[in-house]
């Protein structure tokens, strides 16, 4: 089993469709991430939880909502979204955020693709 | 702010040469700065870090990375190219001094190209 699930891996939806991303870390990790990587761009962080509170947050529109129930899940909840929201979302988590010195544990990747 | 610059988007090298990926950072204070490197279709995996102390650091899958200071760089190296190192790499700084901000902040990418 690997250490970060995601799914789905792949989803197209609609513009004024619902849907949500999930996220789990098998790792007991604390502090989880969602990224969004567009080609050729940088890595976008998107959210970041810590112990289930949200401290950091990139100015992401609010058609993107995040969840975190409890350290081992996160979700990102999606309505509304525009082409140009596809990409490929990851999500990472890793041990400690104040003090953590850098080594995130991603998941595979939900490639969203709105039409 | 932290910002990472990876200046080429594809390095083509061939087989059983030396490699070398591209970073240069910015940051206000002293940096973490970090290699990941991603696989198709799959995610980002931790090649090595420098956090403190030598500059020559050394990773996963023989590469090692230089960290040099004067010129805000870190450069990725391999001494020898295999194709299974055909990947995407990303660098990516963290600022110390940068309370607010505990994340990493990563570069665009270079695709790796390893010619057999």
């Known amino acids: 089993e690997t250490g970060v699930t995601q799914t789905p891996r792949h989803l197209v939806m609609g513009m004024t469709n619902k849907k949500s991303l999930k996220c789990e870390q098998h790792l007991g990790h604390n502090a989880m991430y969602w990224y969004k990587q567009s080609a050729k761009k940088p890595l976008e962080l998107m959210f970041v939880?810590?112990?289930?509170?949200?401290?950091e947050n990139n100015s992401v529109p609010s058609r993107f909502s995040p969840e975190c129930p409890n350290s081992s899940h996160l979700f990102l909840h999606l309505h509304t979204l525009q082409p140009e929201d596809s990409a490929l979302y990851l999500c990472?988590?890793?041990?400690?955020?104040?003090?953590?010195?850098?080594?995130?544990?991603f998941g595979e990747g939900s490639r969203l693709t709105v039409l | 702010a932290q910002s990472v610059a990876q200046p080429e988007d594809q390095v083509n090298v061939a087989e059983g040469n030396p490699l070398t990926v591209k970073c240069t950072y910015s940051v206000s204070g002293n940096p973490y700065l970090f290699w990941y490197v991603q696989y198709p279709n799959r995610g980002l995996q931790f090649l090595l870090k420098y956090i403190t102390g030598d500059n020559l650091v050394k990773g996963s899958y023989g590469f090692e990375a230089e960290f040099n200071k004067s010129q805000t760089s870190f450069h990725l190296k391999k001494p020898s190219a295999l194709v299974s190192d055909s990947a995407l790499y990303f660098c990516a700084v963290r600022d110390i001094a940068h309370t607010g901000r505990r994340a990493l902040t990563f570069g665009s990418g270079t695709r790796l190209q390893v010619q057999p």
């Open positions: 990472a988590s890793s041990q400690g955020y104040q003090e953590n010195t850098g080594e995130l544990f």
């Open positions: 939880y810590s112990l289930e509170e949200r401290v």
